[in-house]
């Protein structure tokens, strides 16, 4: 089993930044992969950015030039640092880390953080 930990989340103004973090504990060498997910109230959980094995990323079109995934591997920690925040980026976001190969994800190796609101200010 792996636990995951966010932390980072909270209420900013727009225009400001953010910077979530999500550490790993457990059976962590059975994770290779993390993503960052969101969902806001009435809509359904939508990925924001992911980051593979091999340190490759990708992000949603709606937070791409704003948002930056990265790793820390030694840390078993992954963090999204999130600028130019805007009052539609409101939602609680989720860490996620699975196992995936060569672009194919684990179903059973695949874990989820409790999430961390972060509200945007107008």
């Known amino acids: 089993q792996v636990q995951l930990v966010e932390s980072g989340g909270g209420l900013v103004q727009a225009g400001g930044a953010l910077r979530l973090s999500c550490a790993a504990s457990g059976s962590t060498t059975s994770i290779n992969a993390f993503g960052w997910h969101r969902q806001a109230p009435g809509i359904p959980r939508e990925l924001v950015a992911t980051?593979?094995?091999?340190?490759?990323?990708n992000y949603a079109d709606s937070v791409k030039g704003r948002f930056t995934i990265s790793r820390d591997n030694a840390k078993s920690t992954v963090y999204l640092e999130m600028n130019s925040l805007k009052p539609e980026d409101t939602a609680v976001y989720y860490c996620n880390a699975y196992w995936e190969f060569r672009g194919l994800r684990s179903n059973t190796l695949n874990y989820w953080g409790q999430g961390t609101q972060v509200t945007v200010s107008s």
């Open positions: 980051i593979d094995s091999s340190g490759r990323t």
